[in-house]
């Protein structure tokens, strides 16, 4: 441990890296912390507890991990310091004694907070990465005022194993969320202010429970008054089933968005990375996603440079991105993570090949972000007003399709109004306010 004074905080800074999991979990720690009569606080140089939430996807999470903790050493008050999230369960006991942090919870674990901060103030050891069947949710405090887009994890976990991948060793395996208390969730969201929500989990259309499937919850969140979106995010193409599909068609709040990452165009690289589809069985699934919904925008994930990957298989991803048409995506260079199978994989790639696919890659993918977006130029469509902008008066909302729409009128953060999208930029559109719309 270090040589912090071994007083109970007074104020906290949660400090959030990686996916939209990780920025849910941040938000129900602060929750925690508030709960106990703490204080945020904006600046984390200033706070007497920071708490690092970790990703562990990204590359060099570890050392950018230790990088913050150092930072904090040498320019905050000597803070208590946290750190939670998937890098805390990959190190473990490791982060205590190569940083001497004085807390370090998992994500499964992150409802003990409160309790391993007391300890930690009394100058004991303060670590718990443990995974257990009970899920965390229900010893979680009442939501409060939320924005009006709020995210709502209803599955955690993966059982795919992607090789590349940390995800089963630092979440654990896939676990759902009953039913009745995402709807009471929901309900506590909207009541707090949500119009919008998004549902979380690593692989979320493998949500289940007692039989029913992700489409059920949505029509379950489609009865509830006052609630004007639902989205969902993150899938995994093998769980794409019949009836959510028939979802986006039949259920008026379910936006006209997919994200469905697919990783490689190349059935033999898919397959080294055991992803269990194709590219004909991604694309097929594709087809029947627009025949369902016409107007959909689709997203995806891509990493170029996995072990083995020839210019012949990124060419495959290259088309499989011509043949889509992304309205939106995101795309990494391939990193090992230890204890991954590919991290040992034999023809690791050139960092200097890697830099040039990624830079074609996203060429492609820009092109076709910039193509979406003019082709929604003149068309009206609700916009949900989020926040404001840096110009006078500027507000910004989301389109349908997740675009952001840059607006300036009367309306208010928290309107649904419908919107004429009137120019075009490569990442956003701007828009001109029609009407007010009853949510």
């Known amino acids: 441990m270090n040589a912090r004074p071994t007083t109970s905080p007074k104020t906290f800074h949660v400090k959030s890296f990686g996916c939209q999991m990780n920025v849910y979990d941040g938000d129900r720690m602060a929750e925690l912390m508030a709960a106990q009569g703490m204080r945020a606080s904006d600046d984390q140089y200033a706070a007497d507890l920071v708490i690092l939430n970790t990703c562990h996807i990204r590359e060099k999470a570890t050392e950018k991990v230790y990088s913050d903790i150092g930072r904090l050493r040498k320019h905050g008050d000597n803070p208590m310091i946290a750190v939670a999230g998937c890098v805390a369960q990959a190190e473990g006991e490791e982060i205590i004694r190569r940083a001497k942090v004085d807390v370090v919870v998992g994500p499964q674990a992150y409802h003990n907070l409160p309790g391993l901060v007391a300890r930690a103030s009394r100058g004991e050891a303060a670590l718990d990465t443990d995974m257990p069947v009970d899920l965390k949710f229900g010893q979680l405090p009442a939501r409060r005022r939320v924005p009006p887009s709020a995210f709502l994890t209803v599955q955690e976990g993966c059982d795919k194993f992607c090789t590349y991948c940390v995800v089963p060793y630092t979440r654990g395996a896939e676990v759902s969320r009953p039913l009745t208390a995402i709807v009471d969730e929901a309900k506590a969201l909207v009541d707090a202010g949500a119009k919008e929500i998004t549902l979380l989990g690593q692989n979320v259309n493998a949500w289940e429970d007692d039989g029913r499937a992700l489409h059920d919850l949505i029509a379950a969140l489609d009865r509830l008054p006052g609630l004007a979106r639902i989205r969902y995010t993150t899938s995994h193409p093998n769980d794409m089933r ?46 029947r996603m627009r025949a369902a919904r016409p107007d959909i925008a689709l997203s995806g994930d891509f990493i170029v440079g996995f072990p083995g990957e020839t210019e012949a298989d990124f060419a495959q991803t290259l088309s499989l991105v011509d043949a889509v048409g992304y309205a939106q995506a995101y795309s990494f260079k391939y990193s090992p993570r230890p204890g991954t199978p590919a991290a040992t994989m034999a023809d690791q790639v050139p960092p200097d090949v890697m830099d040039d696919r990624l830079r074609r890659l996203q060429a492609a993918l820009n092109r076709d972000q910039a193509a979406f977006n003019a082709a929604t130029v003149g068309r009206r469509c609700a916009v949900l007003l989020e926040r404001q902008g840096k110009l006078e008066g500027q ?12 607006l300036v009128g009367d309306a208010a953060i928290g309107d649904l109004v419908e919107v004429e999208i009137v120019e075009a930029g490569a990442n956003s559109v701007m828009g001109v306010g029609v009407a007010p719309l009853q949510a």
């Open 242 to 287: 019949d009836g959510l599909i028939a979802a986006h068609r039949d259920v008026a709040k379910l936006m006209p968005f997919l994200h469905l990452p697919v990783q490689a165009g190349s059935d033999r690289i898919l397959k080294a990375m055991n992803r269990s589809h194709s590219r004909d069985s991604y694309l097929r699934l594709l087809d």
């Open 395 to 406: 507000l910004i909302g989301k389109s349908p399709w997740l675009q952001s729409v840059h």
